[in-house]
């Protein structure tokens, strides 16, 4: 069998500063590594006249002083010691003023006194290496930091607890059973070896495809939760598009006039509909005019919809259907995205006639921007559409990201082959399990490639 991918830290010692830019109460400079300690003791002067690399304390008031001993800052010194840290390193933190002066003059005394300037991520990096998480739950610290909603975080929080990791563990540990299972059969034929090769493994391992299937599922809902979605508001002038916006939003962002063509530039506002992070764009009404602005303004609109994850379109519920907004509707349903027709001022006509005009759409919508009838409605649909009609809780075990969907869609593939080819060889059939359980190791991180890696961790800011 395979033996494990092993992976070795740098012995160096990095620092950097771990709180964002800016002035705040406290900024901290970590350092991790095995000269962390040193390099501390050397900076710091304890109020208390302890000796920090002696001390059992792992709190310590002082002074961070210059090599002139020129004192740069009063600091509160943190201790986590080996293998008790985030890094399973020595780690240290100087707790000093949140200002760029203060901190920036700590980093590069201790980056003088033999630490290394840490790359971006390079402290969940060595966190990874030295075996206290696996590259889920590294890469969901960084979907931590940059959840923008309650459901985000709560998707991040469940790959962090390590949810997906033990689902691709319970997948794995099987097939490696069964690879071990498959290649006794082929070390040793002459063995009076039990029949190894059963129906009972070819249902193991249609059960596990299964499972593999039903989470590759996920993968939309993972990657809207940490990413969003971006939906793009258009239609004529004038049919109440900004006044949706604005009642989406709650608050009174757009202009709202009955002089039509108001809205000349893309509006942009982030909101939450249903735990999903949305993107909501107002664009100017899509019409040919002679004013140059306008026309600035139509072509952006139509910039804004090719980038679109989902469009709403909007005509009145007066006239729902009328030539222009037949020709509109081709060139969004042309876009290949989910459409939704939305039939807003319903207040002026609750039930507007659309015979069969509206079933071309993802879902048609009734509502009333300026009563907000039908909004609730409206935000259900959509959020089922971009979760590609799968109900999904935040908190489940989702697929986050492309690469991971990848990997998985890779290791279904060799296990669908292998089962599609159950009776042949088990020389062959031990080919594809190889393969399955490389690409499921790929996810965790056991056997991902170190440019991969690298390209995983340069995401991450620096000092992180």
Known sequence: ??????????????????????????????????????????????????????????????????????????????????????????????????GAGPLQAILELVLRKGARLAEPGEFTKRAFLNGRIDLVQAEAVIDRIRARTRAGLRAANAAASGALSQAIASMREPLLQALARIEASVDFPEEDLPELVTPELQTTLTTIAARMETLLQTSDAGRLYREGAAVTIAGRPNVGKSSLFNALLRDARAIVTARPGTTRDLLEEIITIQGIPVRLSDTAGLRHSDDEVERIGVDIARSALGAADAVLFVVEATDPATPEDETLAADLLALEVPVFLVINKTDLNPAPALGGWGDRFSATCLVSAQSGDGLHELEAALAKQLLGGVSMNPSDVLLNRVHQRDSLRRAHQALTHLLADFGASPEFLSIDLRDALAALGEITGESTAEDVLDRIFASFCIGK
Do not use: K
């Not at 709190?59 to 004192?71: F, L, S, T």
């Not at 600091?75 to 008790?84: F, G, N, S």
């Open 1 to 98: 069998m395979t033996p494990p991918v092993t992976r070795t830290t740098p012995e160096d010692t990095i620092a950097a500063v771990s709180t964002p830019p800016g002035e705040g109460a406290i900024g901290i400079v970590r350092l991790s590594g095995p000269d962390a300690l040193r390099i501390a003791a050397v900076v710091f002067h304890s109020s208390s006249g302890l000796d920090i690399r002696t001390a059992r304390s792992r709190i310590y008031h002082g002074e961070i002083r210059a090599d002139d001993g020129e004192p740069l800052d009063e600091v509160l010194l943190h201790i986590m010691r080996a293998p008790h840290s985030y890094t399973r390193e020595d780690v240290v933190e100087v707790n000093a003023h949140g």
